[in-house]
């Protein structure tokens, strides 16, 4: 018998103490542990879904008192709004093509007058934004870029025992071993398998063994 897997949220652990540092990700941490001595008011940290972006946001935020915000709610903010959110520090994630150009302008400019830091966060650099408002490009070009990388294997393992911490599933040293040697070394291949070995484990009423992950596997190929 398969049990219906309720959707139960899981919170995951974002303190400085909890993100995992390797060589992918250590230039964007000290940069992120230095912010107050940054050359200039801007970070933009670059690198793919789920590398750890987020977390080293709500990381920046917590120590610079930020207010964070999506790229999406650009859109709906009015030049008062965007004045009034230019008098803190501020975090704008998930950057990219399609963005407000206009009001992404204003809000550089505002927060350059208003002598605070903006850190921002993109899948892609600038340059794959499609920017076509011309002086929103020749600023956005000159700012400071960081890029966090694809894990190595340290990095990879640790990752996926944090996903799994994440959800309260202790699993054993073998098992992570055994999805290391058979595993896409990406963040995003990292958090697809949890979800999955998490949602059958559940259905299924099973541990997390290296038989059980032989099958998920064997299923998916």
């Known amino acids: 018998m398969r049990q219906i897997p309720l959707d139960f949220s899981y919170r995951a652990a974002l303190g400085r103490e909890d993100f995992l540092v390797s060589t992918p990700n250590e230039q964007a941490v000290a940069w992120i542990d230095r912010w107050s001595d940054w050359p200039g008011p801007f970070l933009l940290l670059v690198g793919p879904r789920g590398c750890g972006k987020t977390h080293l946001a709500h990381v920046w935020a917590a120590k610079s008192n930020a207010v964070l915000i999506s790229a999406g709610d650009l859109e709906r903010l009015d030049i008062n709004e965007l004045t009034a959110l230019a008098d803190n520090n501020l975090v704008l994630e998930d950057l990219g093509t399609g963005i407000s150009e206009d009001n992404l302008f204003h809000l550089y400019n505002l927060i350059r007058m208003s002598g605070n830091f903006l850190l921002m966060s993109s ?7 499609n920017i076509q408002l011309p002086d929103l490009a020749s600023r956005l070009g000159a700012i400071q870029i960081v890029r966090i990388d694809e894990p190595d294997d340290m990095l ?42 998490d949602g059958l484990s559940l259905a299924e009423k099973r541990k997390i063994t290296i038989p059980f992950v032989r099958s998920l596997l064997e299923r998916k190929s």
Do not use: C, H, N
């Open 123 to 129: 899948q892609q650099p600038v340059s794959g934004w």
């Open 156 to 197: 990879f393992s640790s990752i996926l025992l944090k996903l799994f911490a994440d959800r309260q599933i202790q699993v054993t040293p073998d098992v992570i071993q055994y999805l290391i040697m058979r595993l896409e070394r990406s963040f995003e291949e990292a958090l697809r398998i949890v979800t999955a070995l």
